[in-house]
């Protein structure tokens, strides 16, 4: 099955052929062709340009022809940074945080993460994948085609398996591209409060295994924060990954910069994530690293938390990628075009630099940057038109409005 689209206004982020991601000043570079066209067969973009070097149709078997009326195609988004599978919304600590309290007091007093392992509990796989699936259509209609998704409100061996399962058959059954990783991590459960070794044990003895056994995960994560887990425990978990060809992709300096950095760099990392707190020792890390920081600005806006100063990060020569952290405690949006908003607004980077970062370079962040975040020949067909909009800048600009027309997934239109 051929696929043209035609009239495109402006298609953006094209090419990045042999590059992983983006750095430094590059970040403000984006390749756009005016007045284009593109053809996917088989999923597969497989020629793109200026509509006068067109061919045209030389088969008209088989084929579908999309007219984009003067709209944009942009690659679709790589959300490098999620915890979609989860029971329900928690509003009320949202109300809860508007009368004053903080969401460290809400954690310590059972709300936060233990709450939604509660609530997780008693779901069904059933329950969990179509409440799953539900917000993985939503997000395909503001322009997401790639996503990593977390485990991590399980925190026990069974509410942790039924989580990886159930991002195992939306792997199956979506035409998002979907990254799996293991979070058991993220919080100490209630049981464990005051053997926090023995927990530590079980995800390592227990239900690793049966990650390993089932290829339930492709990356692992931990939450690295004072009153979570420290630098020794995460340095354990992510060696034990490791031995399972889990990569690291890790949540640090959320609150406090205390070493997170280094010890994810030093276990192999391929992302560190949060990053509202950065030192100058972290930025020397980084340095000489592959792994690729990223920011989660929807994070800093629903918790009131600062927000990460990426510009010190570009600054320093280093790449950014953006992602959405859709959960229900700290980010319930997975909208990338709010999260590219804020990226241009609060943490001040031009929207060239928040397209790349969340395309290309959340891409790398997800191990996914040959096949997905830009428009190129040979990789896979995940885009979005537009509606007619005067040009991309118009994406941050116009926060709060979903300017998506179409999306296409492995060449089909959704
Ligand atoms: O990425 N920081 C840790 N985990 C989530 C929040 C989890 C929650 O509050 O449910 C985050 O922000
Ligand atoms: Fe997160």
Same mark, same amino acid.
């Given at each position: 099955?051929?696929?043209?689209?035609?009239?495109?206004?402006?298609?953006?982020?094209?090419?990045?052929?042999?590059?992983?991601?983006?750095?430094?000043?590059?970040?403000?570079?984006?390749?756009?062709?005016?007045?284009?066209?593109?053809?996917?067969?088989?999923?597969?973009?497989?020629?793109? +340009?200026?509509?006068?070097?067109?061919?045209?149709?030389?088969?008209?078997?088989?084929?579908?022809?999309?007219?984009?009326?003067?709209?944009?195609? $942009?690659?679709?988004?790589?959300?490098?940074?999620?915890?979609?599978?989860?029971?329900?919304?928690?509003?009320?600590?949202?109300?809860?945080?508007?009368?004053?309290?903080?969401?460290?007091?809400?954690?310590?007093?059972?709300?936060?993460? =233990?709450?939604?392992?509660?609530?997780?509990?008693?779901?069904?796989?059933?329950?969990?994948?179509?409440?799953?699936?539900?917000?993985?259509?939503?997000?395909?209609?503001?322009?997401?085609?790639?996503?990593?998704?977390?485990?991590?409100?399980?925190?026990?061996?069974?509410?942790?398996?039924?989580?990886?399962?159930?991002?195992?058959?939306?792997?199956?059954?979506?035409?998002?591209?979907?990254?799996?990783?293991?979070?058991?991590?993220?919080?100490?459960?209630?049981?464990?409060?005051?053997?926090?070794?023995?927990?530590?044990?079980?995800?390592?003895?227990?239900?690793?295994?049966?990650?390993?056994?089932?290829?339930?995960?492709?990356?692992?994560?931990? $939450?690295?924060?004072?009153?979570?887990?420290?630098?020794?425990?995460?340095?354990?978990?992510?060696?034990?990954?490791?031995?399972?060809?889990?990569?690291?992709?890790?949540?640090?300096?959320?609150?406090?910069?205390? +070493?997170?950095?280094?010890?994810?760099?030093?276990?192999?990392? =391929?992302?560190?994530?949060?990053?509202?707190?950065?030192?100058?020792?972290?930025?020397?890390?980084?340095?000489?690293?592959?792994?690729?920081?990223?920011?989660?600005?929807?994070?800093?806006?629903?918790?009131?938390?600062?927000?990460?100063?990426?510009?010190?990060?570009?600054?320093?020569?280093?790449?950014?990628?953006?992602?959405?952290?859709?959960?229900?405690?700290?980010?319930?949006?997975?909208?990338?075009? $709010?999260?590219?908003?804020?990226?241009?607004?609060? =943490?001040?980077?031009?929207?060239?630099?928040?397209?790349?970062?969340?395309?290309?370079?959340?891409?790398?962040?997800?191990?996914?940057?040959?096949?997905?975040?830009?428009?190129?020949?040979?990789?896979?067909?995940?885009? $979005?038109?537009?509606?007619?909009?005067?040009?991309?800048?118009?994406?941050?600009?116009?926060? +709060?409005?979903?300017?998506?027309?179409?999306?296409?997934?492995?060449?089909?239109?959704?």
């Amino acid at each position: 099955m051929k696929i043209i689209i035609k009239n495109i206004a402006q298609i953006v982020q094209t090419e990045r052929k042999k590059t992983s991601f983006v750095y430094g000043d590059n970040m403000k570079k984006l390749n756009v062709i005016n007045d284009g066209f593109i053809e996917i067969k088989d999923g597969i973009i497989t020629n793109f +340009g200026n509509m006068k070097d067109w061919n045209g149709i030389e088969d008209w078997n088989n084929i579908e022809i999309i007219d984009a009326e003067g709209g944009s195609v $942009f690659p679709s988004y790589c959300d490098s940074h999620t915890h979609l599978v989860f029971a329900e919304s928690r509003e009320r600590e949202f109300v809860d945080r508007i009368k004053g309290l903080s969401y460290e007091q809400i954690a310590n007093s059972g709300g936060g993460i =233990l709450n939604s392992a509660r609530k997780l509990e008693n779901l069904s796989e059933e329950e969990l994948y179509e409440k799953a699936k539900n917000r993985i259509q939503k997000i395909i209609q503001t322009g997401t085609g790639a996503v990593e998704i977390k485990s991590g409100y399980g925190l026990t061996t069974d509410s942790e398996i039924k989580i990886l399962r159930v991002i195992k058959k939306l792997k199956k059954t979506s035409d998002i591209t979907i990254k799996s990783t293991f979070l058991g991590a993220h919080a100490l459960p209630q049981k464990y409060k005051s053997n926090k070794k023995a927990y530590i044990e079980l995800i390592i003895n227990e239900m690793l295994p049966i990650i390993a056994d089932e290829k339930l995960a492709d990356y692992i994560d931990v $939450f690295c924060e004072k009153n979570y887990f420290s630098i020794e425990d995460t340095i354990k978990i992510l060696n034990a990954g490791q031995k399972i060809n889990l990569i690291g992709k890790t949540h640090v300096n959320q609150f406090n910069a205390f +070493g997170g950095v280094k010890a994810s760099v030093n276990s192999g990392a =391929l992302s560190v994530d949060h990053l509202e707190i950065i030192n100058q020792e972290d930025i020397n890390i980084l340095k000489g690293s592959k792994c690729m920081p990223t920011a989660l600005p929807s994070c800093s806006f629903f918790l009131g938390i600062p927000y990460s100063p990426v510009r010190k990060l570009i600054n320093n020569n280093l790449p950014v990628a953006l992602a959405s952290d859709y959960n229900p405690g700290s980010s319930p949006s997975g909208n990338m075009n $709010f999260v590219i908003s804020l990226a241009c607004i609060k =943490l001040k980077m031009t929207p060239e630099e928040a397209i790349n970062a969340a395309t290309i370079n959340s891409a790398y962040a997800m191990g996914i940057e040959k096949e997905l975040g830009s428009i190129d020949i040979g990789k896979k067909a995940n885009l $979005f038109i537009t509606k007619k909009i005067p040009s991309y800048n118009y994406i941050p600009y116009n926060f +709060g409005e979903n300017v998506i027309a179409s999306t296409i997934l492995n060449g089909k239109i959704q």
